[in-house]
């Protein structure tokens, strides 16, 4: 048949930014992503990238290149127009206090308040970080 896969689990996910310091103070101010596991510069491609981490298993990549464009969405479904990733989701332990604390504290747009989700016990909201990526804050019964 094939090789056995070995058990697999997430590391990190990669995101564009036109401003890596602002990015980096935002996340690590929002999310405690405050732990660089990684940083390079690629002067010739014109990027420099940061792996941030919360020293706790979550692991950001921020990508800043020189005349990147943003991306907006009208709305939390939008961006399923293009064949893509579409939001980082992120489990918090108390729904309305993060998405208060981010869209007061932190200045996160904020797009759709603390919902019941589609799974029992699940709610979920979404909110942007500055630049307007798309965040989706879910908690769970478990926590």
């Not at 996910?13 to 103070?25: G, K, W």
């Not at 992503?33 to 792996?51: D, Q």
Request: glycine residues 10%; proline residues 6%.
């Amino acid at each position: 048949m094939g090789v056995a896969m070995t058990a697999v689990c997430f590391h990190h996910v990669s995101l564009s930014v036109a401003d890596l310091a602002a990015q980096e103070a935002w996340y690590g101010d929002a999310f405690g992503l405050t732990e660089a596991e990684e940083r390079i510069e690629m002067p010739e491609a014109g990027v420099r990238t940061a792996v941030l981490s919360d020293g706790a298993g979550l692991r950001v990549e921020f990508v800043e290149r020189s005349g990147s464009s943003p991306v907006a969405h009208a709305d939390p479904f939008a961006a399923t127009s293009a064949q893509t990733f579409t939001h980082l989701a992120l489990q918090v332990p108390d729904l309305d206090a993060a998405f208060a604390r981010l869209t007061t504290e932190c200045g996160a747009g904020a797009v759709s308040p603390p919902a019941p989700g589609a799974t029992k016990g699940m709610r979920y909201a979404y909110v942007t970080d500055p630049e307007g990526n798309l965040l989706e804050l879910i908690e769970t019964a478990e926590g």
